[in-house]
C-alpha cells in the first residue's frame, strides 16, 4: 500500500525566513501529489496540486512545490514566510488508477514567530 | 456556495451508544468522501459515494461504521456501539468526479467525536 511521509512535525521559524517542508511517498506507479493546509479553526483547504507537467507547481500565497520522481518527493517552499502562515500542512497522494482517495502524511506544524 | 458543512461540530457519548453524523456536500458535486482523522495523524479514507452508491469501503470502517447518500445529495455516518478508539475528528469532502483535477476536494470542517 502507498504511505506518505512528513519528516518534519513541528518547524518554527521568524517571519521572512525561507520555508521547506519534505514530503517523501513510496509508490512506483504514476501519482498525482497535493499539499493541503489547515489554519487553526479552520477546515483543511488545497494549496497547490501536481497532476503532470511542469514539475515545479505554484500554488496559492506564494507556496510552490517540486515533483522529483527520482526521490519520490514533493517538497514544498515559500521564500519568505508570514505570521499568517502559521498553520498544519498536510502532502497527500492519489494514485493515478481512478482510485480517488487520498493518502495524507501525518502533518507539519508550523509556526511562525513575528 | 456555503461550501460543505457537517453537523454536529461537536459530540460527548458514552461508550457503547451510537452516534450519527451528516454532511450536506457542495450541491453541484457527486461524489462524497468520509475521512477520520486522529490526533497528531493525518486524515485517513474511510469511504466514498459517487451519486447515491458507495464504491469504496476502506477496510478501517469496520461492521460498527455505516455510511448512506440515500438520494446522492447529504450523507450519514453512522457508528454503532461506540469505543473510545472510535474518538477522532470525522471530516467530509465533496468533489464534482469529472473536474477533481482543477482543486481536488472542499472538506468540511468536521465532526469531533469524544467517546467516554
Known amino acids: 500500500a502507498q504511505s506518505v511521509s512528513q519528516h518534519n512535525h513541528h518547524v518554527i521559524l521568524s517571519e521572512a525566513a525561507s520555508l521547506e517542508l519534505g514530503c517523501n511517498y513510496s509508490?512506483?506507479?504514476?501519482?498525482?501529489l497535493f499539499w493541503y493546509v489547515q489554519y487553526p479553526g479552520q477546515h483543511l483547504q488545497l494549496l497547490l496540486k501536481y497532476f503532470s507537467g511542469d514539475p515545479l507547481v505554484k500554488g496559492i500565497k506564494g507556496f510552490e512545490a517540486e515533483f522529483i520522481k527520482s526521490k519520490f518527493s514533493f517538497n514544498l517552499r515559500k521564500p519568505s514566510v508570514q505570521w499568517s502562515d502559521t498553520a498544519e500542512y498536510f502532502c497527500?497522494?492519489?494514485?493515478?488508477?481512478?482510485?480517488?482517495?487520498?493518502?495524507f502524511g501525518s502533518g507539519t506544524r508550523l509556526q511562525v514567530q513575528p | 456556495d456555503t461550501g460543505v458543512s457537517q453537523n454536529p461540530r461537536h459530540k460527548i457519548t458514552k461508550r457503547g451508544q451510537n452516534v450519527t453524523f451528516r454532511c450536506d456536500p457542495i450541491?453541484?458535486?457527486?461524489?462524497l468522501y468520509w475521512y477520520r482523522q486522529t490526533l497528531g495523524q493525518g486524515p485517513e479514507f474511510l469511504t466514498y459515494f459517487q451519486n447515491e452508491a458507495q464504491l469504496e469501503k476502506s477496510r478501517l470502517l469496520s461492521d460498527r461504521f455505516s455510511a448512506e447518500r440515500p438520494k446522492g445529495s447529504f450523507s450519514t455516518l453512522e457508528i454503532q456501539r461506540t469505543e473510545q478508539g472510535d474518538s477522532a475528528m470525522y471530516l467530509c469532502a465533496s468533489s464534482y468526479a469529472l473536474s477533481y483535477e482543477n482543486g481536488g476536494y472542499t472538506f468540511g470542517s468536521g465532526t469531533r467525536l469524544t467517546v467516554v
Open positions: 450541491s453541484e458535486h457527486n461524489r
Open positions: 497527500a497522494v492519489m494514485l493515478d488508477t481512478g482510485r480517488r482517495a487520498l493518502t
Open positions: 509508490y512506483g506507479g504514476t501519482v498525482n
